[in-house]
């Protein structure tokens, strides 16, 4: 929406104000926040571990593309993400294994992501409502460049979300998903500017969106896009409204034909609001007060489409979180409209507001980053003696080894915050995207530290794959084709790692265990005393999961 431009701009920017942040930089530090964890490790427990599992089992043929399933049991997510990683599977995994082909497609979506923030708010940017104010004397910032300084510092906003950190790094629907906000958002931020790329692009967002388990949120966007579209005083973007339509046609078809059409919220507990308050808090640090600075000083103009536009991804994911009862996941949808946000909030800044955000993302990630060595000194010596005590207790069996290449990767990583914070505190620069430098920077420093110095020790922990070779100690390797392990009540992600690392047909569909045929049985229990023999079982194993100190998978066998 664009009505009027009669609201005074808070938005005073100068010409040196307005430099662009190096490419090389930029894109060195985007590198280094995609690209750790994407080589060398497993998937992890959880919803990793369940994607990964049935693109797997879709690649390797034991489950059809069309309606997949994992021990029998029909999943309960978007098609389209499991198909883009069983492809790569399929054609790059017997080159780089499994897992790490499994990663390459997501991992360019998170690249995407960030990208089409970028240029989301490059457009939004560019608008008459969003540029500042003209000095009377000149000197002030060019629009092109005014425009590229923001969208620099939306990007930086992007990655310093500590909600993206850990779910924008795993093998889920929900990373397409968040790919197609983004470009839904950039399809309503182009369209005064690229109208055919605008068009494309929401023909290929919403239906996108849909097929990977949002419809929902699919329709809700497509909506809201209508909506701005409608009141727009852009006359090229009212006529851009019905293509929204159109596209929203397009992802309820898409959802239909896909069978994603499934209620997946529990509705909302009045008593849930206080935890799902703190998880806003903390899930979209540090967007979310840099947002609500933006609109507090943009107020008069919350009806122009570069408030408009990410208000409209970031009230339909706050909402769905709502609904969900909580969802992270779903939260995880409004982080790009929240960083665009925050980035509008960089110009109305005063320079005690940025010092302190500069200070406190300092002292945490600097101490962060700190507690990350120290603990690797612990693991490789054993000194300090308690932390090096806490890791044994917690990760029994692991063994600690040296490792050149990622030791170095870490050592430069520290080596560049440490030049990063004398570049940010010795002397003020005027660059409007200077005040996220280092929240950015400090996440990406203590993920790449974590994905390096602790990668050994956390894939100990989280991967199935030492849990699934202890529970093949007592099963036999040569078992014939057609006969089958039962998992009754297992989760998703337990029955992906006995088919994939265990080789098993596993069977999680029969209950009670005593009507299975299976020659043996898998139950996993956390409660005590432990579950009994099923009738015609005996119990030949009592397993543990590394790092699980009260979960126990007992091993079944049947009797002749």
């Not at 239906?207 to 419809?215: K, R, T, V």
């Not at 703190?278 to 507090?296: E, N, V, Y």
């Not at 929240?439 to 110095?453: D, I, K, N, S, Y």
């Not at 014939?480 to 989760?491: I, S």
Request: proline share 8%; hydrophobic share 55%; with cysteine.
């Amino acid at each position: 929406m664009n009505t009027s431009n009669a609201a005074p701009n808070p938005a005073l920017v100068t010409e040196r104000g307005a430099r662009a942040l190096p490419r090389l930089p930029l894109l060195l530090l985007c590198a280094a926040y995609v690209l750790p964890g994407v080589i060398g490790r497993d998937p992890w427990r959880n919803a990793d571990l369940a994607a990964f599992g049935q693109m797997a089992a879709i690649a390797d043929g034991r489950t059809p593309w069309w309606m997949p399933t994992l021990g029998g049991v029909a999943g309960d997510t978007g098609l389209l993400p499991h198909w883009l990683g069983a492809g790569f599977i399929a054609v790059l995994g017997p080159l780089v294994g499994p897992e790490f082909a499994a990663r390459i497609p997501f991992a360019l979506l998170l690249a995407a992501a960030l990208a089409l923030t970028w240029y989301t708010t490059f457009h939004l940017a560019r608008t008459d409502a969003a540029l500042p104010l003209p000095f009377a004397f000149g000197g002030e910032a060019e629009p092109v460049a005014y425009a590229r300084a923001i969208a620099d510092g939306a990007v930086l906003a992007l990655m310093a979300s500590l909600g993206l950190l850990q779910l924008g790094h795993e093998t889920t629907p929900e990373l397409a998903q968040l790919a197609a906000t983004a470009l839904f958002l950039y399809a309503l931020a182009a369209a005064p500017f690229r109208p055919l790329r605008a068009r494309l692009a929401v023909l290929a967002a919403l239906p996108a969106l849909a097929g990977s388990g949002a419809p929902s949120m699919a329709m809700a966007m497509g909506a809201g896009g209508i909506a701005v579209c409608a009141f727009s005083s852009y006359p090229q973007v009212r006529r851009y409204a019905p293509w929204i339509g159109a596209a929203a046609v397009l992802a309820a078809l898409t959802a239909q034909g896909l069978g994603a059409w499934r209620w997946r919220s529990p509705g909302l507990d009045w008593a849930q609001l206080p935890g799902i308050a703190r998880q806003w808090a903390w899930f979209m640090w540090p967007g979310w007060l840099l947002a609500l600075w933006t609109l507090w000083r943009w107020r008069r103009h919350l009806l122009h489409r570069h408030l408009s536009v990410p208000l409209t991804g970031l009230i339909v994911a706050l909402a769905a979180n709502l609904a969900m009862g909580g969802s992270d996941r779903a939260l995880m949808l409004g982080l790009p409209g929240a960083a665009v946000l925050a980035a509008l909030a960089l110009p109305t800044f005063r320079r005690s507001t940025a010092a302190a955000v500069d200070w406190f993302s300092m002292l945490f990630f600097t101490a962060g980053a700190a507690f990350i060595w120290l603990m690797y000194v612990a693991m490789q010596t054993g000194m300090p003696a308690k932390p090096a005590a806490n890791v044994a207790k917690l990760a029994q069996g692991f063994d600690a080894s040296f490792a050149p290449l990622p030791f170095v990767l870490a050592l430069a990583g520290t080596m560049a915050w440490i030049w990063l914070v004398r570049w940010r505190t010795g002397r003020h620069r005027e660059a409007l995207w200077k005040s996220l430098v280092l929240p950015a920077g400090g996440v990406t420093l203590c993920w790449l530290l974590a994905m390096t110095l602790w990668l050994p020790v956390l894939d100990f922990a989280r991967s199935p794959r030492l849990w699934v070779e202890r529970i093949a100690a007592h099963i036999p390797a040569d078992l014939p084709a057609d006969t089958c392990v039962a998992a009754p009540g297992a989760t998703a992600a337990a029955v992906a790692a006995f088919e994939h690392y265990g080789r098993w047909h596993v069977d999680a569909r029969r209950d009670p265990a005593a009507t299975t045929p299976c020659r043996y049985l898998l139950l996993i229990s956390r409660t005590r005393p432990l579950p009994a023999a099923p009738p015609g079982y005996e119990q030949i194993a009592e397993v543990q999961r590394p790092a699980e100190r009260d979960e126990r998978t007992l091993v079944f066998r049947r009797r002749d």
